[in-house]
């Protein structure tokens, strides 16, 4: 495909998008009409909303519009994933400027229809509109399958924390790309294109998980959500909290703890939970912490001492190019 | 309040925002989580999502915050109704600059929560975003309540056309604004606060209709789609659309026909929708013209010859600050 989207207009960019979408059983009318129709056997929907924008979620120089999609998707779906439930559909509402190639967000579309598949969703519809930044905003929806939604208040003194999925690797990976380098790729891969662990959160339900989410603003920062609404206090023990070698390398180069990154990076969407301390839980899960009653700490401690690094503040100077 | 979005911080914008809002029977888990819930109990959920910007699909010296959040709402639960659908539940992505009062965002959600109440939904969710354009990106949900999905495909040769709701005012409105005045107040108020007949599409549901949407684009436009999708086309009779004295005064007050407005004009979110000929139709809607077999003529004819007015493209030059 040749040209920009300002060339390909309006109606000729939707008819472009919609031509690469997939379909899935659960979409009774995708694109195209004044909505979508979606399967919600549940009946009720889980349903999340994420706005990227290029320069503070995103780079271009950084991540192709097919990472972007990947990511974008992934991380609304790992939203829907942390109540428990399976990823049905995502919406895009799109912004571009009118110089964008129009092959951007074609692979956008491509990266947002293979993320759907790999957690068994599909693209069903949205918007786009000319302005000046790169806007992605992304819907996912999702079906309970009968389990009750596991929110961030149920957790109880007692519950150990588990967590599954990566940790600390799209950290890593910005860390290396900031300091100009293109390697290791699995880090740099990672931070391009998280892979959470869909399935685990629809199976924590299952296995009587009383709090969920997943890892977006950091391991410390979601246990902090979790604890400030089950109103009480997590402690994380370092020592069982895996840090892989390569990460340990990356850190000796650059200069920084690891144990940060996973502590404290975000984007990987790992998915984190608490459980009843008699829980048999399956392998891929590791057991990193305990819940206990509130005291005069703060809400999450690692070691049982303060963690010294703080949360993310998307509205905070720090978080420019992201 | 005082001060700007940059000042309160994303967590703070975000407990502002959400301590607005009011709640539904529909809402199972409101905001504060990783997902919403809201129930479901047709077992098919409706999803339809808009993006508008600063400039382009509002300007904040027309329109204030709250009419922004009242519009925002209208133009994406209008999607919801046109499919024959009860509107239940909004979320909201929102982009604000870090120097933004911090009223702006506040009042947005008011005017949201507002329109969402005369629906009968409510807002259950969102993520806000520092960035240089204000971006208010909408997903509204919607339930069938066992109705099938009146798409715009359906649309039978001898069917009649009818309407539902304003035509033309919210043009009329934008006419009086472009040209600096702020009344006559009637159609100002109609161009920064649409009035959808949310209940209308739910009732042609019932009713029959073979063919609905909302009129976004303008009826000529809109009813170009379903003309499309049906593989149809479709004659209107202008002697049956309603041109308001008024609006005869202000057009020629403005050197404008009228009917340009209503046959061309957007953002009331009227809803046309076609029926079979034998329809007992109530009082509010009115029957505009009829559905015939294609021929070579353009698919929405007006008095059986072409209209020469083209739709809207919201990618062309023209669309600025719409």
């Known amino acids: 495909m040749k040209g920009t989207v300002g060339e390909l207009g309006e109606f000729g960019l939707i008819r472009e998008l919609t031509s690469r979408l997939t379909t899935t059983p659960a979409v009774r009318l995708g694109p195209g009409d004044d909505a979508a129709v979606v399967a919600a056997p549940d009946r009720r929907v889980v349903v999340s909303t994420d706005v990227l924008l290029e320069g503070r979620h995103f780079r271009r120089d950084w991540s192709t519009a097919y990472d972007v999609g990947r990511k974008a998707a992934a991380q609304n779906m790992a939203d829907i994933a942390a109540m428990g439930a399976v990823p049905t559909a995502v919406l895009l509402g799109l912004v571009v400027p009118a110089d964008l190639p129009a092959t951007w967000p074609s692979e956008l ?10 957690a068994g969703a599909a693209v069903v519809g949205g918007d786009v509109v000319r302005g000046d930044t790169i806007t992605v905003s992304i ?22 924390v588990a967590v599954t999925g990566w940790l600390g690797w799209s950290a890593a990976g910005h860390a290396v790309l ?82 940060q990154w996973v502590l404290n990076g975000g984007e990987d969407h790992a998915i984190v939970a608490t459980f009843p301390p008699d829980v048999k ?24 001492a303060p963690w010294p690094h703080s949360g993310w503040d998307h509205f905070g100077a720090g978080a420019e190019a992201e």
Request: hydrophobic share 40%; with cysteine; aromatic share 2%.
């Open 178 to 259: 900031a300091r100009g380098f293109r390697s290791p790729r699995a880090f740099v891969e990672a931070h391009r294109r998280p892979e959470p662990p869909y399935h685990a959160g629809p199976a924590a339900a299952r296995l009587g998980a009383t709090a969920m989410t997943d890892v977006s603003d950091g391991l410390v920062a979601d246990l902090g959500h979790i604890a400030e609404a089950s109103k009480v206090r997590i402690d994380l023990r370092s020592g069982d909290v895996d840090v892989p070698s390569q990460m340990a390398d990356i850190g000796q180069a650059v200069g920084v703890d690891p144990l």
């Open 281 to 304: 839980l399956p392998a891929r899960w590791k057991v990193i912490g305990e819940v206990l009653n509130p005291s005069a700490l703060p809400q999450v401690t690692v070691d049982g």
């Open 109 to 118: 579309m491509d990266g947002l229809r293979d993320e759907c598949q790999v």
């Open 139 to 160: 819907t996912a929806l999702g079906d309970l399958r009968n389990s009750d939604p596991v929110t961030r208040s149920g957790a109880q003194p007692g519950d150990v």
